[in-house]
């Protein structure tokens, strides 16, 4: 089933790739054409000789062409030639940038070539240099002396860093400042304990958790050892705990307030924790923590980036986020518009944002490296402002004005929440979204927040998950609700690596006419779909139906209610 599924994504791909392929390299009398290049000029005239230089420039220009342009012109193209396009503050699209049915407004890539819309700054690997500060050397562990490297990250014009905080949640922003990803891979902020063996998180265990008030608490550490070794650290005020200490299926960040003989203090947490037993830890922001390839620390005083080099510091170019808008690309009230093989990339809080929008495609592009989501479809309010909050999903009326939207062979890599959250459609008055997300790929999903933070979060009504493939997750790869809902021909693997109690797809809200089939499922520790606190589940009347086409192992297709399982295996 596996080679199935991998034949007709290869081949969809190809298929799709060389239709826009064509249209790129098409001489089409009826299209009007507007160049950018990041050595172009906006003093220029849009030509191919003569390209215009910033996104700004290029969208003023396709709102001037279209008042003036003929009644025969089908599209507008907005073709970006490769390289970085760096944002300062968010590109907004609205009604004036609408096309309509009988003329497309298409911002797309040259044909061969990757346009890169960015909130970071880009650093050659020869940037980094020797440390010989003997103070942080003193902190940084003697086995990484030769292969810890820095960059003045103030030298390429940064002025601003931010900074991790307690408040991981979906109601703030800006939740770890600027991150560091080195060719295709995110580096992680020095942390302890490392990663396993597996590459999954190891913890630090207390036996006793008790609260004194005001957002504090006592953490009694079972090892002494553990305790000696955080209090060695010299800058705790800089150091986020993190882990299932609040219950097991959800991640809980908060402040290090010290430690005294065995016991620790946890301060500024935003979230009650569980008092009534043990809990687990991680600790990240800790400089003396810096000990393997692949991890940094961000002296945010100085503005110092330290890091120890991997394998994809050779040839990849070393980027950090920078941009603290809510969204790099944010399109509101705009109607039919493509985007086409366009890489997103580098924002400290989302990508791409569309709301209040109709007919909006995006094919071949790339959502990566955000600290949020990748891309945001809808409306998120109501329930959809709190991943748990949304047990009967299908009551709430979700706003329909966002619609006909369609992702189609995209990439999803290394964002710190989603990679795709959608909240579309009216599920209580049957009003279709009519959202596609089809042939994509998604990995690494979760990576800060950690758990509630699936490749795809899909709540709403008609909604299509097709063919696509979710891997290397947190927490869930899936969550879900509405209704009709379908997720068909998926892969999903290696995912709950971290946390438990969901699995690869995850619902807490009944979902009639909804279709969960002929995925395929395998790899990961806790091999189940899982429906939860379903309510009158058994009088759907068959209206959603729950089969996959393969899986490994012995895996639970559950409905769960009041802890009691009502489904079978």
Known sequence: MKKIISIILCTAIFCSASVFAAENNSDNSASIHIYVSPNGSDNNDASINKPLATLAAAQKK?????????????????????????????????????GSENCRINWKAYDGEQPVISGGKYISPSAMKKVTDRKVLKRIPSTVHKSVRMIDLRSTGMKDFGAPSQYVDWGYDDWMGSEVFVGDKAYELAKWPNNDKNGRQDWVYANKQQSLGN?????????????????????????????????????????????????????????SINTSGGGAYSFYNVLEELDVPGEYYIDRKSGILYLIPDENAKNGKIK???FSDDWLVSVVGANYVNFDGIDFELSRNGDVNVQKSTYINFYDCGFNNSTKGGLRIGDAGSAHSDPRGNWGVENYSLETDTNNITVDRCRFLNNGYYGVRISAGNSSKLE????TVKNSYFYNSGRVMKTYAPGMSVFGCGIDILNNHIEHTTHAGMNCGGTFVNIMYNEINDVMRDYSDQGFIYSATSMPGSEIAYNYLHDTNYNEIKM??????????????????????????????????????
């Open 432 to 435: 279709r979204a009519d959202v």
């Open 62 to 98: 396709a709102r001037e062409v279209k008042k003036t342009a003929a009644a025969d012109i089908t599209n507008i193209n907005i073709i970006l030639r490769g390289g970085e396009y760096t944002l300062e503050r968010t590109l907004e699209f609205s009604a004036e940038d609408s």
């Open 215 to 271: 957002n504090a608490y006592q953490a009694f550490l079972e090892q002494r050892t553990d305790a000696n070794r955080i209090a060695s650290w010299q800058n705790p005020e800089e150091v986020i705990i993190n882990g299932p200490y609040q219950v097991c299926y959800f991640s809980t960040f908060a402040k290090l307030g010290g430690v005294k003989g065995s016991v620790m203090d946890i301060i500024d947490c935003p979230a």
């Open 320 to 322: 950090i986020s920078s």
């Open 532 to 569: 939860e606190d379903w309510g009158d589940w058994r009088n759907l009347g068959g209206k959603i139906r729950l089969c996959n086409a393969k899986y490994q192992g012995s895996m639970k297709v559950g409905i769960y209610k009041d802890g009691y399982t009502y489904g079978g295996h």
